[in-house]
């Protein structure tokens, strides 16, 4: 173990360095190695794999080729939970953002109260989903539920929100921005902090309004974070579906259900495995694309040095 | 000017606020209340612990409390242990082959375990783990982020801090300990707190890989009681609800600036 780190080349025992250096860092990656190899590469590999068998409830599972794929095409399920996720992507997503901006723009500043408005706007982030959910659920209980009698106290009739097709969703996607915009926040207060005071001095000398500058100046400085938390905010849309399994189970009939929550039924509720691993390559597939365009656009530029 | 009237900014701004405060504010409300005010806002209601009383009598809540407490202490203390030696060998050594297995590390923050339930599911069972603490921990043991976060920390570590350690006679384990570990504390109260968090809260993998009192976290213990079907009320549910989110929450209102740091420095890596 002696003699390892890189700093403390000496000529002489060039080789004898190197050797121990790989050997050093090996073991010391070996943990971690194991565990990703067991959790994280080994699954991928063997879900691609897995979606090009049959489920052989009754004898072997065979080589079936895109006999699943073929079926996924033509599952209006999957293409349901794919329209769900993209419209859920989208309610949620651009929403989130601006109210973040928004909440980001009103604590930078001496507002009154700052401390308690920056907590009031965050404590959601730190609660768990299933709670949230839990609460939300009496939110929207029909008659009985806060939202039915506020409205029926204002002399509206009652409605079955998570009940009716046409509602469930941005009833849910209400609650999932409430969730997140805190989160998206404190990036943009953290991003409002660097922007030098000058530039605002600057532009307040030369009679800029505070809404020009906003636009002109604040604005584009963010684009960055703005791209950071819009990425962010859709690989979340597609893995968190903790809600669905309280509030709605993905129903009434799929209207409010998503791919992952989609992929759970099918694996652990009629134990489709083989068709449940052809869904999960169509998610992982997303979920590359998502991560290589950041890593394009984003990463290379910002945040690796 | 505009120093003249801030009001109607200000005046929204608490307007979103108490809004976004709402929904907690309601469930302490009813959970707090007895069941017959829990629509009726009534400020001479009596309080009551009643449905704390309740829900901890019908669900197993201590246990669960302890399952969730084993296992954010399991998950944090593997995944502390192995991201430190992953980011050391990466932030340190020149070695075969680093830049790959770095990529592949990286896979994971791609790809993260939440979505690879079938085949994880498939390999726990195939370890005979099934329905334990570990089965839940496992997959989220060896952690891209952490050891991404830490590879970073170490790499601003001067390099006359490691010479002079060297120098004193430190083998690498020594100068890791020595040197690294207390630099990197910044780090680790963000990493840990986000992970705490996070497994605190986590939800769909337990519930698969759970099936008794013995293993189940709280999320999935609530999730269990509170479902329509077993009848409870709804004030006993919200209190169960509390009773989940309590411990977090409490340590969020004391170490606020902690946590918004922490969420932030890990977010932005």
């Given at each position: 173990m002696v003699a390892a780190v890189m700093s403390a080349a000496a000529p002489g025992t060039a080789r004898r360095r190197t050797w121990l250096t790989n050997v050093n860092a090996w073991l010391l990656l070996l943990p971690a190695l194991v565990l990703l190899a067991a959790f994280t590469h080994y699954p991928i590999l063997a879900t691609l794999y897995h979606s090009f068998f049959s489920l052989g409830r009754s004898g072997p599972a065979e080589f079936v080729g895109l006999d699943n794929y073929t079926y996924m095409l033509e599952d209006d399920v999957f293409w349901q939970v794919l329209r769900n996720n993209l419209f859920f992507a989208l309610a949620t997503v651009p929403t989130s953002i601006a109210l973040a901006l928004l909440m980001a723009v009103w604590v930078d500043r001496k507002i009154a109260g700052r401390t308690f408005l920056r907590l009031a706007f965050f404590?959601?982030?730190?609660?768990?989903m299933i709670a949230v959910a839990n609460i939300w659920l009496f939110f929207y209980t029909p008659d009985y539920g806060l939202l039915d009698q506020f409205l029926k106290s204002l002399g509206f009739s009652g409605h079955n929100w998570l009940g009716d097709p046409s509602t469930v969703m941005n009833c849910i996607a209400v609650m999932v921005v409430w969730k997140e915009a805190g989160f998206f926040m404190i990036f943009y207060l953290a991003a409002l902090q660097t922007i030098p005071p000058e530039l605002k001095e600057a532009a307040m000398v030369e009679g800029a309004s505070r809404w020009y500058f906003f636009r002109r100046v604040t604005l584009p400085l963010l684009m960055p974070t703005t791209l950071f938390i819009s990425i962010n905010a859709l690989i979340n849309s597609f893995k968190l579906v903790d809600q669905l399994v309280i509030m709605t189970k993905g129903g009434p009939n799929n209207a409010s259900s998503l791919l992952l929550y989609y992929i759970y039924e099918v694996a652990f509720t009629f134990w489709d495995t083989t068709y449940a691993a052809t869904l999960t390559v169509t998610l992982i597939t997303i979920l590359a694309a998502v991560a290589l365009t950041k890593f394009v656009y984003l990463d290379r530029r910002i945040h690796y040095q | 000017m505009r120093q003249n009237h801030p009001s109607v900014e200000t005046v929204a701004a608490w307007v979103l606020a108490l809004l976004w405060l709402l929904p907690l504010a309601y469930s302490l409300w009813s959970a707090f209340?007895?069941?017959?005010y829990a629509t009726r806002f009534d400020l001479t209601a009596p309080l009551t612990l009643d449905n704390f009383a309740r829900a901890w009598r019908q669900a197993p809540f201590a246990r669960y409390y302890l399952n969730t407490a084993l296992l954010v202490t399991m998950v944090l203390a593997g995944q502390i242990v192995i991201a430190t030696l992953a980011a050391y060998a990466f932030a340190r050594f020149r070695f075969v082959g680093r830049d790959v297995l770095f990529a592949l590390v990286l896979v994971q923050l791609m790809i993260m375990p939440d979505v690879l339930i079938v085949e994880n599911y498939r390999v726990i069972s195939w370890l005979n783990l099934l329905d334990t603490i570990p089965a839940i921990a496992l997959p989220y043991m060896a952690s891209a982020f952490g050891t991404f976060l830490l590879r970073q920390a170490f790499k601003s570590v001067p390099n006359e801090l490691v010479e002079a350690a060297r120098v004193e006679g430190a083998s690498s384990f020594g100068v890791l300990w020595r040197v690294f570990v207390p630099l990197g504390k910044t780090t680790y109260i963000a990493f840990g707190l986000v992970s705490v968090s996070y497994h605190w809260n986590n939800f769909l993998w337990p519930l698969i890989v759970t099936n008794s009192v013995e293993s189940r976290p709280l999320t999935v213990g609530l999730a269990v009681f509170g479902a329509?079907?077993?009848?409870?009320d709804w004030s006993v549910i919200t209190a169960a609800t509390v009773m989940t989110m309590a411990p977090l929450l409490l340590a969020f209102l004391l170490f606020q600036r902690q946590f918004v740091q922490s969420f932030m420095r890990a977010g932005i890596r």
């Open positions: 404590t959601p982030t730190v609660l768990p | 209340h007895p069941a017959e329509p079907e077993t009848g409870v």
